[in-house]
């Protein structure tokens, strides 16, 4: 079974489209995240979520809205597409927000816009 | 200063190799250490935490000096299956009881038969 999955695996569309990706843990896990890999293999975070509230926003554009109708799942829509969203997008998951909690990853979301 | 630097990279060497990342974070205050590993177009798994005491899990030993804000990654006999990017990774606050994580770039590793 898989622990954090992510859909689509792959999407490629156009400037100036709106796209969500969606994401589910099925680990119990109280915090879910989502992070941007960027064509430099640097690996950010982006959101954050406990309990489905929103706890960690690192100045995102406002294009990007996460959702999180329950706890295992949390949604990442982006509207007005852009070159620079291109980059792999990876939902982790994690029991809680202990400093020792590990995160567990997704197998990510190639984004490319066109 | 970037939040966490890794050495560049990338290292090639031969199996049975052994072979040592470097790792320094800026923020003083930061909580917890890791490695993780990633493999190409996959996802970061963790590989071990890192604790001051250091610690060890099979070839693989991991060090962190607090004081000089430094991470290491020591992979002896190094196998084929090691090739992989080895991300250092930071866990600090970030506002109130909320943690965040900070990757450096990562270092590539390619074991060659």
């Known amino acids: 079974d898989t622990a954090v999955s992510q859909t689509p695996k792959y999407l490629v569309t156009q400037m100036g489209n709106d796209k969500s990706i969606k994401c589910e843990q099925n680990?119990?896990?109280?915090?879910m995240y989502w992070y941007k890999q960027d064509s430099k293999k640097f690996l950010k975070i982006m959101f954050s979520?406990?309990?489905?509230?929103?706890?960690i926003n690192e100045t995102v554009p406002n294009r990007f809205s996460p959702k999180s109708p329950d706890k295992a799942h949390l949604n990442l829509h982006i509207n007005s597409l852009e070159l620079g969203d291109s980059a792999v997008y990876f939902c982790?998951?994690?029991?809680?927000?202990?400093?020792?909690?590990?995160?567990?990853f997704g197998p990510g979301t190639r984004l490319t816009v066109l | 200063r970037k939040e966490v630097e890794q050495d560049p990279g990338p290292f090639n060497v031969p199996e049975g190799a052994t072979v040592a990342f470097n790792c320094t974070y800026s923020n003083s205050a930061s909580q917890s250490f890791f490695w993780y590993r990633q493999d190409c177009r996959k996802e970061p798994k963790l590989l071990m935490s890192v604790y001051s005491s250091g610690n060890e899990d099979g070839r693989f030993t991991a060090q962190l000096n607090r004081a000089s804000q430094y991470i290491s990654l020591l992979i002896r006999d190094s196998k084929l299956s090691d090739s992989a990017t080895y991300l250092c990774v930071v866990k600090s606050r970030s506002g109130g009881s909320n943690y965040k994580l900070t990757f450096g770039k990562g270092t590539l590793l390619t074991v060659n038969p």
């Open positions: 982790a998951s994690s029991h809680g927000q202990d400093k020792r909690d590990t995160q567990y």
């Open positions: 979520y406990n309990n489905k509230e929103l706890i």
């Open positions: 680990l119990g896990h109280d915090t």
